[in-house]
Nanobody, 121 residues
Framework: QVQLVESGGGLVQPGGSLRLSCAAS????????MGWYRQAPGKQRELVAIITNGGSAVYADSVKGRLTISRDNAKNTVYLQMNRLEPEDTAVYYC???????????????WGQGTQVTVSS
């Protein structure tokens, strides 16, 4: 079995910072891209940022310059450093990863359970 576990969400004031973490564990052979998505109340889930196993990253326009994605391949972990947070960033944040399990030759997309981020004064 493979699972992703997120941590680091919470309540922060506008202009503040948070750091999200997502660790993949279980029977993992390799991990390709890892990413963060978010879903605000009443809205569809949207891409925040993705990063390849080589470190190349792509961001949504709305978060460029404020949020930074990174990963530690040795720990099978992806991070999202969030600075200058705005009320519009309030959402449940989900990580995902393209993983080849050790018991399969296929590539599968796994999701974390989500972590709430609330930006409010």
């Amino acid at each position: 079995q493979v699972q992703l576990v997120e941590s680091g969400g919470g309540l922060v004031q506008p202009g503040g910072s948070l750091r999200l973490s997502c660790a993949a564990s279980g029977s993992i052979f390799s991990i390709n891209a890892m990413g963060w998505y978010r879903q605000a109340p009443g809205k569809q889930r949207e891409l925040v940022a993705i990063i390849t196993n080589g470190g190349s990253a792509v961001y949504a326009d709305s978060v460029k310059g404020r949020l930074t994605i990174s990963r530690d391949n040795a720990k099978n972990t992806v991070y999202l450093q969030m600075n200058r947070l705005e009320p519009e960033d309030t959402a449940v944040y989900y990580c995902n990863a393209e993983i080849r399990p050790s018991y399969s030759v296929g590539l599968y997309v796994y999701w974390g359970q989500g972590t709430q981020v609330t930006v409010s004064s």
